[in-house]
């Protein structure tokens, strides 16, 4: 079972840029688990941000991140990252990790799909 910590999240102004970590505990077999990044802001449903297939070599993409959030993984190092651009005062959110080792080569972009959780971490964007 996967342990999954984020960090990285902070206080910005509008039009900077943030980068989040993810550190997987389950370290001989990260590359196994399809990974994403989703959020959630205060009474709203927690929502997709992006998604990474086990090799990294497909991504997926929230209408509302594309062009300025990029999602990666390194599997040698049990890491996840999403890097933030562009950052917008409706990106203020509390954002998580998320994992599973479901049978696909591709993305899972629902939260239904994914069964292991980080604690998440607060990202506040300022006007």
């Known amino acids: 079972q996967v342990q999954l910590v984020e960090s990285g999240g902070g206080l910005v102004q509008a039009g900077g840029s943030l980068r989040l970590s993810c550190a997987a505990s389950d370290a001989p077999t990260f590359s196994t688990y399809v990974m994403g990044w989703f959020r959630q802001a205060p009474g709203k449903e927690r929502e997709f941000v992006a998604g990474i297939s086990r090799n990294g070599g497909r991504t997926a993409y929230a209408d509302s991140v594309k062009g300025r959030f990029t999602i990666s993984r390194d599997n040698a190092k049990n890491t996840l990252l999403l890097q933030m651009n562009s950052l917008k005062p409706e990106d203020t959110a509390v954002y998580y990790c998320?994992?599973?080792?479901?049978?696909?080569?591709?993305?899972?972009?629902?939260?239904?799909?994914?069964?292991?959780w980080g604690q998440g971490t607060q990202v506040t964007v300022s006007s």
């Open positions: 998320a994992a599973d080792r479901a049978p696909t080569i591709g993305v899972l972009t629902t939260k239904f799909g994914y069964d292991y």
